[in-house]
Nanobody
Framework: QVQLVESGGGLVQPGGSLRHSCAASGSIFSINFMGWYRQAPGKQRELVAAITSDSSTNYADSVKGRFTISRDNAKNTVYLQRNSLKPEDTAVYYC??????????????WGQGTQVAVSS
């Protein structure tokens, strides 16, 4: 089993910044994918940013140029730096990690979710 522990999030004014981290621990053979999703009230969960094992990144159009995803492979940790936050960034943010087992199969895990509120 793999456990994900998120930290960060909170209340911030428009234009502010927040840094979020997600640390994976447990029976990890290798990590294939690390990403951040968010879900705003009344909306579906959406992918915000993702980073693969070769550090290729992908961002939702709505956050390009404002959010940066990074990972520390030695610590099995993924980070999300959010700058120039807008009220529409308000949501619960979830960490997602996909691990690869020795036999080659993949398994996905989710963090507990962290509320981010952008308001003046």
């Amino acid at each position: 089993q793999v456990q994900l522990v998120e930290s960060g999030g909170g209340l911030v004014q428009p234009g502010g910044s927040l840094r979020h981290s997600c640390a994976a621990s447990g029976s990890i053979f290798s990590i294939n994918f690390m990403g951040w999703y968010r879900q705003a009230p009344g909306k579906q969960r959406e992918l915000v940013a993702a980073i693969t094992s070769d550090s290729s990144t992908n961002y939702a159009d709505s956050v390009k140029g404002r959010f940066t995803i990074s990972r520390d492979n030695a610590k099995n940790t993924v980070y999300l730096q959010r700058n120039s936050l807008k009220p529409e960034d308000t949501a619960v943010y979830y960490c997602n990690v996909i691990t690869r087992l020795p036999a080659g199969s993949l398994r996905a895990y989710w963090g507990q979710g962290t509320q981010v509120a952008v308001s003046s």
